[in-house]
């Protein structure tokens, strides 16, 4: 149990900078390049991740989340994924080149024939590094992963922002992407001694097909229906409008992606040896730790996010994004359990019952299309306010069951969000009151926002004595005594 609890711990650890680091460098190079590039060239690209995300779903084919669960894992079962990843990744990219024409038709975008065929060869690029990456992930290795995504952010956004300087506009986005891509790969195999051989099982692949076909099929679901908005938005609106939807919901994902993908990616290799152990009452406490360490950060960043939203993206990025302030308070609320849900999934891959999670994918996509298509006609504030009620919804659906695997119900799980749900509310109406504070500009009202809800949320914890506060607290406490001493 030790060395499970230290092995998760030290990975946490490694995970949360590895995702922090590489967030906070991307978020500055995109302030940097929202400055000196249009809403509209940002809408251009955000038309094309739909495209991207499902190649990229393709690669993984699930197989990837396969060879993790996968107890008994072998060098052949390694190398025949890499080998079928690659001729995946050269036909994803092709079948995107050829759809170049009909892309730009549908979106009715010229220029969006070239793009889509240039942000093809990302496909080819990544289909090199998933096998090094999923090493990494399976061997809780977050160390090495945090040295490969931070380097790989500095040097592709120092090549964007220089592009963006000398007025490349749009394609200074595409080169950024791109070559994020291939340092990403490059520093994989550098810092990763694993390498393959001239060796490749059709049987290895059959092996894992059973699960890995579910969460191909459930991926391939879950990335259209990410997108599908994107879409929507896209294709009814301008690509101006796109661009502010696209960077309200980057600045709502930025905390999200930090906790959510820190800890699921923690969490999933840990369940899976939990289960694997049969230890049922560990795996509870487990999933306690992970939930109640979740809401902790999450609730109040989604709220806080929410109420500073107007001095934040006027500080950021100038007054012409500032018709995405709506959107990003709407997402935020949309947002704001979407990391619980993530630790609920990983509960039943673990279990390795990924037919219940591909069931549980199509019935949300469901509840998502009925909102689209209720939501769509009143415009983008009334699309998102149909995301709220969707989230709020496969929460619900993802807990239930989850919480029936585990004998812990959802009734017992919100008992335990509770008081950071309302500790959060306290500290957003304190926020909220600095509005009323006479300021000289935009920039101290933003300052004097953040530290009051950093004070407040802070004291909050400590006086009511939220439990994994505490025990941060005291691990602060020891690490100083131990350095006094």
């Not at 289909?127 to 952010?153: D, E, M, P, R, Y």
């Not at 209720?374 to 699309?383: D, K, L, N, P, Y």
Request: aromatic share 12%; with cysteine; glycine share 6%.
């Amino acid at each position: 149990m030790t060395d499970i609890k230290s092995k998760a711990t030290s990975a946490l650890f490694w995970s949360f900078f590895q995702k922090i680091g590489t967030q906070g460098i991307q978020f500055i190079i995109s302030i940097i390049l929202a400055r000196l590039l249009l809403p509209e060239q940002f809408g251009l690209i955000a038309m094309l991740w739909i495209f991207i995300s499902i190649g990229q779903s393709l690669i993984d084919s699930g197989f990837g989340t396969a060879l993790v669960q996968k107890k008994d894992a072998t060098y052949i079962d390694e190398c025949s994924m890499f080998y079928f990843n690659i001729v995946v990744g050269f036909i994803a990219s092709g079948l995107m080149w050829l759809s170049a024409p009909i892309i730009a038709h549908f979106y009715k975008q010229t220029l969006l024939l070239s793009l889509t065929r240039v942000m093809s060869i990302a496909l080819i690029i990544n289909s090199f590094g998933l096998v090094h990456s999923i090493l990494l992930n399976k061997q809780i290795n977050f160390k090495t992963q945090l040295k490969v995504s931070i380097l790989a952010s500095i040097i592709s956004g120092t090549i964007g922002v220089i592009l963006a300087f000398n007025g490349f506009g749009v394609w200074s986005l595409v080169a950024q992407s791109l070559s994020s891509n291939l340092f990403v790969v490059i520093f994989l195999w550098h810092f990763n001694t694993w390498r393959p051989s001239l060796i490749f099982s059709f049987n290895s692949l059959r092996g894992m097909f059973p699960f890995g076909s579910r969460m191909l099929l459930s991926g391939l679901i879950n990335t259209l229906f990410q997108n599908l908005y994107t879409v929507v938005i896209g294709k009814l609106f301008s690509p101006a409008i796109l661009g502010f939807y696209s960077r309200a919901i980057k600045l709502q994902e930025l905390p999200l992606t930090v906790i959510t993908r820190t800890v699921g990616s923690v969490t999933f290799p840990v369940f899976s040896v939990l289960h694997g152990e049969g230890d049922k009452l560990r795996f509870i406490r487990a999933f306690r730790k992970a939930s109640s360490l979740l809401v902790m950060i999450c609730f109040p960043m989604m709220v806080g996010l929410m109420i500073v939203a107007k001095p934040l993206v006027l500080v950021l990025f100038t007054n012409k994004w500032e018709p995405c302030i709506p959107y990003l308070q709407l997402l935020c609320l949309a947002g704001i359990l979407q990391p619980l849900q993530e630790v609920n999934l990983n509960v039943l891959l673990a279990h390795g019952r990924s037919d219940l999670y591909f069931r549980l994918e199509i019935l949300k996509k469901i509840i998502i299309i009925i909102a689209i298509a209720v939501t769509f006609r009143w415009g983008i504030s009334a699309m998102i306010c149909g995301q709220i009620v969707t989230a709020f919804l496969s929460y619900i659906i993802n807990s239930y069951y989850a919480g029936k695997m585990l004998d812990y119900s959802i009734s017992k799980q919100t008992k335990d969000l509770l008081p950071s749900l309302l500790l959060s509310g306290i500290m957003g109406g304190g926020i909220y009151v600095c509005y009323y504070i006479p300021l000289v500009s935009q920039l101290a009202l933003l300052v004097v926002q953040i530290l009051t809800g950093i004070i407040l949320y802070t004291l909050l914890c400590y006086i009511f004595k939220i439990p994994y506060f505490m025990e941060f607290v005291q691990s602060i406490k020891s690490k100083i005594y131990q350095l006094i001493l």
